[in-house]
């Protein structure tokens, strides 16, 4: 038992290290990521999801909206992995690819909220809008300089 308490402990702590060491932005990117989890719940909940035939819930919809949020966090992680061998490379600091693609991926997850919020039939304030498309607008264009 007390095996297990330690193994349980030092899981704890490096979580919490993990998530108390991580730049702000990828921060912001798992808080909208948590939310348009939820939203896409509370769709299903309501009889509205575009996943499934009846709108309802569905556990194999949830566990593949689980499953694509789990590949954009590997998909960063290649961002920060690449802008490390950049930083080594050159003696720099550099986190210019990680910022972009965080960035992509935080008006992605934006945008699906507000169609999740939509469906649910609420309003959606037009600056909201215009801020997400700004953002993404923002990661397009570091995209074409660099590609």
């Given amino acids: ?25 990828m921060g912001l990117l798992v808080g909208v990521m948590t939310i ?3 939203t896409g719940i509370l769709c299903g909940a309501m009889g509205r999801s575009q996943k499934t035939d009846t709108g309802g819930l569905s556990s194999r919809a949830a566990f593949e909206g689980l499953l694509r949020k789990c590949m ?31 960035l992509w991926f935080i008006a992605s997850e934006g945008v ?8 649910m039939g609420l309003p959606i304030p037009g600056v ?3 801020a997400l498309d700004i953002v993404r607008a923002a990661g ?6 660099n590609g």
């Fill in 1 to 25: 038992m007390e095996k297990v308490l330690r193994a349980l402990a030092a899981a704890g702590g490096a979580v919490l290290s993990f998530a108390t060491g991580i730049p702000p932005i």
């Fill in 36 to 38: 348009d989890l939820v």
């Fill in 72 to 102: 954009i966090l590997l998909v960063v992680l290649l961002a920060v992995l690449l802008d490390l061998a950049v930083q080594t490379e050159a003696g720099v600091q550099f986190s210019a690819v990680s910022g972009a693609t965080c």
């Fill in 112 to 119: 699906s909220i507000l169609e999740n919020a939509s469906r």
């Fill in 128 to 130: 909201l809008t215009r």
């Fill in 140 to 145: 397009e264009d570091g995209e074409k300089k």
